[in-house]
């Protein structure tokens, strides 16, 4: 019998011990559960639109075709304020930012300290042993001599490039393309 009450006992003392270490939720956690129980409301009442076909996902898919495979174009080059070019040349593919990056720009840098550790990011020096601008009008274009010889033209301003054959027009201060394409968008719409 002593035996039987002295396990009832020590369970009803654990039982008790559970009961006690548990606790409402805190403010934070309360704050967590509303939005979640907004975001699914909103998502119930208000579902993200479906769509079988996107030209905006075509035309970047297009642009990434003709850099890639470096499909005939034709680039103007101006200076801020001036309404004409200063300069145009044939071209292969679209203009790259100077910003633009073959290698990660970023380098994971641990951290450690007596109360821990941890990791960050610092800047990474490209391979040619310079670190690229965050920000800059530098544009490489891959220009074609008469002759149809590649030579890269670095400019610092404003560029313009079109798939297609093209002249200036300095009468009216427009582009105006005198062949035809060298590459098709594709779009959902029929011409």
């Given at each position: ?12 003392a ?8 548990t ?56 200076n ?19 910003t ?56 610092e ?16 201060h ?18």
């Open positions: 019998m002593n035996r039987t009450l002295i396990i009832a006992a020590a369970i009803l654990g039982l008790l011990a559970i009961a006690g270490c606790h409402a939720p805190n403010a934070q956690q309360q704050e967590q559960a509303q939005q979640a129980n907004d975001t699914r409301s909103i998502l119930n009442n208000q579902p993200l639109p479906h769509y079988n076909y996107s030209q905006i996902r075509q035309t970047l898919i297009d642009a990434q075709d003709i850099a890639a495979n470096g499909t005939a174009t034709t680039s103007f080059f101006f801020l304020g001036s309404r004409d070019p200063i300069t145009s040349c044939p071209s292969l593919g679209l203009p790259v930012p100077n633009a990056q073959l290698s990660n720009p970023e380098q994971i840098a641990p951290i450690s300290s007596q109360w821990g550790g941890g990791a960050t990011t610092l800047p990474q020096m490209d391979p040619y042993g310079i670190y690229s601008p965050a920000a800059s009008e530098g544009t490489y274009v891959v220009c074609l001599t008469a002759s149809g010889k590649p030579y890269v033209n670095y400019w301003g404003p560029v313009q490039t079109v798939t297609a054959p093209a002249v200036w027009d300095y009468g009216t427009t582009l105006k393309v005198t062949g035809a394409p060298t590459f098709v968008a594709r779009t959902k719409r029929k011409p």
